[in-house]
């Protein structure tokens, strides 16, 4: 087995489980949006997906979770149901991964067995793949809201306006992470399936410049 390619399965690993972590405190974060006002200087209000939460100034936190449902607004719906399946896809991703790296020994080492864990690494990696991008939609999605509303000439100046909370900026990290991971994973395999015309493209630069 390459080193490289060991080194890419560990590091896909390595960055699956800190995009699944990120995905998870995303998801559970309060502070998807921040409100503060100078009307009352000593409140500060935040906007999650599951509830809203009031900060006093002595440090005193006080939320509520939503009422109904069917009542919460339509992007907030849509992001609740997108980070829960980022959170499962990562973590059905993370799970297939870990079986199929090289110093897991999940399956006989034969070329059956190579070959399996060759799969479920591939898988794995794809799952990851479709984490980032399911994950980045919400908080994008969120974002874009918040900047129009921010810059709304409509609204008048005096009305406080929602801002970016940690839970946004936790999400695209989380997102970019998956990414990163399942780029790696996949790969990987790549690598493993087609090992002389990856060694090809890494040598097709030297072949020009001696030309």
């Known amino acids: 087995m390459d080193p490289g390619v060991c080194a890419m399965e560990l590091l896909g690993v390595l960055f699956s489980i800190g995009a699944w972590i990120c995905s998870l405190a995303t998801t559970i974060m309060s502070t ?5 006002t100078d009307l009352l200087p000593a409140e500060s209000y935040e906007l999650g997906l599951w509830e809203t ?3 006093q100034d002595l440090g005193i936190l006080e939320c509520r979770p939503y009422d109904s449902l069917l009542g919460l607004p339509p992007d907030i719906k849509l992001a609740r149901i997108l980070m829960c399946v980022t959170v499962a896809t990562g973590l059905l991703g993370l799970l297939l991964a870990i079986p199929g790296i090289y110093w897991i020994n999940s399956c006989n080492q034969g070329s059956e067995g190579l ?3 060759r799969l479920m690494k591939m898988l794995g990696g794809i799952l990851c793949l479709v984490a980032g991008i399911l994950g980045l939609i919400p908080v994008s999605y969120i974002a874009h809201l918040t900047v129009m509303r921010f810059f709304d000439e409509a609204v ?6 929602w801002e970016f909370g940690d839970a946004l900026f936790c999400g695209w990290t989380a997102g970019f992470l998956h990414l990163v991971a399942g780029s790696l994973l996949v ?3 790549v690598c493993l399936q ?8 890494l040598k097709f630069p030297l072949y020009i410049l001696s030309s």
């Open 115 to 117: 070959r399996v864990k």
């Open 156 to 161: 008048p100046a005096i009305v406080p306006r």
């Open 187 to 189: 790969t990987s395999c």
């Open 32 to 36: 998807w949006l921040t409100l503060s």
């Open 53 to 55: 939460c009031v900060v």
């Open 194 to 201: 087609e090992e002389p015309f990856v060694s090809f493209l």
